[in-house]
């Protein structure tokens, strides 16, 4: 079940983005980094030593809908992505991934890296 979710690391980069959704775990610092479950209390804040552990579809979700931004992983988990840059789309492909979860989790920290650039 672990791997559904984002890794510690792209959390603590959502969250600089502003990523604050409902989310099933948490990571509670850097230090410990295993997935703490909100099964029942389902918290939606991210506090100074508290991280937000969303699924990766929450946070391709969040891509999609705050920032416009698309993408497809294809059959050779080769991953496209489309980011609306000044009234363009500009198309980003990335190559030579081993397995569907490197390939997701490649696009995610390009998503992340993109936006960052284009919020300074």
């Known amino acids: 079940m672990k791997k559904e979710f984002v890794p510690y690391e792209q959390a603590l980069l959502l969250k600089e983005l502003g990523f604050n959704e409902k989310c099933a775990a948490h990571y509670l610092d850097e230090d410990d980094l295993e997935l703490k479950w909100e099964i029942y209390r389902n ?3 991210n506090t100074d030593n508290c991280v937000q552990a969303p699924l990766y579809q929450q946070a391709f979700r969040f891509f999609r809908e705050k920032h ?3 993408y497809s992983i ?3 988990n080769d991953v496209v992505i489309h980011i609306p840059i000044n009234d363009y789309i500009t198309t980003f492909i990335l190559q030579k991934n081993k397995t569907y979860e490197e390939a997701e ?3 995610l920290n390009k998503l992340i890296e993109i936006v960052k650039n284009n919020n300074k």
């Open 68 to 70: 416009g931004c698309s």
């Open 105 to 107: 989790l490649e696009c």
């Open 43 to 45: 918290l939606s804040f």
């Open 74 to 76: 294809g059959r050779n």
